[in-house]
């Protein structure tokens, strides 16, 4: 009888194995740590592992029986029919622990797979098929990970047939699980003894386990863990790993945390001064990771602190999200002034951020989880993205510059779509920027006109056959991060107002432009309507923030904001699969 099995491999660094070199007592370890977690008075007995070897591979099989009630069946029937009846049925568990020279994998059958769940290596199959892996050739089924930017924190997505690996868009994914076909290459070269006929692609799927998407027998699992001993040789790949969380507590608290602390702390002089130099302030994007929508959408934020009963209560409440970081460290300043730098972020760690809309809460979370931010230390880049620390590899900084110029060139807006200069000296904000587009023919200024929550853009500009919603940024840092959100929420709702034909929104918006007395040129509401009947495209406009005024598609190694690239990356192909084209401006200051 074939079985269809998942392969897992025994973490030997788990601080219960380290040092436990004998396989057998590992696997003593994990059985009575099994016994201990679910209260089972017995102890481990050597008689119930049994051994058998072929080729220098050693396996032990652990079996046991557990009893499940049939509650369903015994609560349908009633009493009379079930009195005296045994409603329960013994299930046969196993656990197959396969020794190699250098590993310790394991094969579970029945309820055993929260026993070894602790002590197996949480990356294997991941690991393994970075190994093997040809991203030009391998074809993806489907794909579940964990987003660290962006408005998902979990993504589970299908793929139709032909889609290869390079074609997935890897920046601020985590990859969970895998369902996958193997290039004719690499199916031929390790697992020939699993085809059918000649050139056959083996499907796989890797996580935590590895399996081979057939059922087997025995013998062929034993040549499958022979060939996973000749893959665990080869170099990994690291286009599935290129960056990674840290765990490392120490340098979390020590150095990353630090520094942090540090940058906020260091920031009061900016906020006291009113400093608005990009280069002198702390770069971070502010918003709730889990709940980007309702945090932009609401109508008020009341800011709340610690009392000495352990209780919040209300400091301040505001309107304009822009103005929380700065509320908070006034506050933290106004309590602890400048100087004390251990009981202000210990004030900062108590400040919660709740959000309202129609006078109801929505969401609520901690000030410094709302924090987004990249620190340089030493020269290589760390990421702090809902309140845990990753570090990327230089290969993805690599690629990461590549698909930003890949984008920033490949996607350029009409020429001179934004004509007017940016000189900071003279235009302080974005919103003075773009009320300089007011009275121009074929501009409408959106900017700070918000409609059942939704900024739709800050200008529109349109001509006989395309209509343009321009989002306007000053520099390309950190705060990038912020527009791209605003973009993709932009899109998705303009989607869902064209798709039900809410004129109600469009009216209320036009209606808005007139009461704030700026022009709509000479547009009457139905062609104002109209004008969203044409080709409908973002722009993504931005600045250089340096203190040349430098094109940033020819410069990308002086614009070292992470951030700034992936966001973009990342924007841009979530448009472009799901709502409209985004395309790139640079408007010079100079």
């Given amino acids: 009888m074939n079985q269809t099995l998942k392969i897992y491999r025994i973490n030997r660094h788990h601080r219960l194995l380290i040092n436990k070199g004998n396989s057998e007592s590992i696997i003593k370890i994990i059985l009575e740590a099994s016994y201990k977690k679910y209260q089972q008075q017995k102890t481990f007995q050597k008689d119930n592992l049994r051994t058998f070897s072929i080729d220098n591979i050693v396996y032990y099989l652990h079996v046991f029986t557990s009893k499940e009630t049939v509650s369903d069946w015994e609560e349908f029937l009633p009493d009379d029919l079930t009195r005296n009846e045994d409603f329960t049925q013994q299930k046969l568990s196993l656990l197959l622990f396969i ?17 070894i769940l602790p002590f197996i290596d949480h990356s294997f199959g991941l690991n393994t098929y970075a190994r093997i892996m040809n991203p030009a050739t391998d074809e993806l089924a489907s794909i579940k990970s964990r987003g660290i930017t962006g408005a998902r924190a979990g993504i589970n997505e299908q793929f139709r047939d032909n889609y290869k690996i390079i ?22 070269l390790h697992f020939d003894f699993l ?29 499958i863990i022979e060939e996973l001993t000749i893959i665990e040789e080869l170099v990994p790949s690291d286009y599935l790993s290129s960056y990674k969380e840290i765990t490392d507590a120490d340098f979390i608290k020590d150095v990353l945390s630090d520094s942090l602390i540090t940058k906020i702390f260091n920031d009061t002089i900016n906020i006291e001064r009113n400093i608005s130099d990009p280069e002198k302030v702390f770069e971070h994007d502010f918003c709730n990771p889990n709940s980007i929508e309702q945090f932009y959408e609401a109508d008020e934020y009341k800011l709340k602190e610690r009392t000495e009963k352990k209780g919040y209560r209300t400091f301040k409440t505001v309107n304009d999200r822009k103005e929380i970081y700065r509320s908070v460290l006034l506050r933290a300043m106004e309590l602890h002034g400048v100087n004390d730098k251990f009981n202000f972020m210990v004030y900062l760690q108590g400040v919660r951020v709740v ?3 129609s006078n109801k809460q929505t969401v609520g979370s901690s000030f410094l989880f709302h924090i987004t931010t990249e620190l340089s230390i030493k020269g290589k880049p760390y990421f702090l993205i809902d309140t845990k620390w990753y570090s990327l590899r230089d290969s993805f ?7 930003t110029l890949h984008v920033l060139k490949t996607y350029q807006a009409p020429g001179n779509i934004l004509f007017h200069k940016w000189d900071k000296s003279n235009i302080k904000t974005e919103k003075e920027y773009n009320e300089s587009y007011n009275d121009i023919p074929n501009y409408i200024v959106i900017d700070t006109i918000i409609i059942d929550g939704i900024e739709l853009c800050d200008l529109l500009y349109f001509d006989d056959s395309n209509l343009y919603l321009i989002h306007v940024k000053f520099g390309f840092s950190s705060k990038v ?22 004129s109600d929104f469009m009216e209320k918006l036009f209606n808005k432009i007139r009461s704030k007395k700026r022009t709509t040129s000479n547009l009457n509401l139905d062609e104002f309507k109209k004008l969203f009947e044409k080709k409908i495209s973002y722009i993504f406009a931005y600045t250089s923030h340096l203190g040349e005024d430098l094109i940033i598609q020819d410069n990308i190694e002086k614009f070292d904001s992470n951030i700034a690239r992936f966001s973009l990356v990342q924007c841009s192909s979530e448009m472009r699969a799901n709502y409209y084209d985004m395309l790139n401006f640079q408007i010079m200051r100079i």
């Fill in 355 to 357: 959000c309202y809309q």
């Fill in 481 to 502: 991060r912020e527009l791209t959100n605003q973009i993709t929420i932009s899109a998705r709702r303009l989607r869902e107002v064209l798709a039900s034909q809410d």
């Fill in 167 to 188: 074609d997935f868009i890897k920046f601020g994914k985590i990859p969970q699980e895998i369902h996958l076909k193997l290039s004719e290459e690499t199916s031929n």
């Fill in 397 to 403: 900084v690599e690629d990461l510059k590549a698909n």
């Fill in 195 to 223: 085809q059918n006929k000649v050139n056959e692609r083996i499907q796989i799927f890797v996580s935590k386990a590895f399996k081979i998407k057939k059922g087997i027998d025995f013998r062929i699992l034993h040549r």
């Fill in 99 to 115: 020794e190699t020279f250098t590993d310790l994998y394991c094969v579970i059958g029945g309820n055993a797979y929260q026993i």
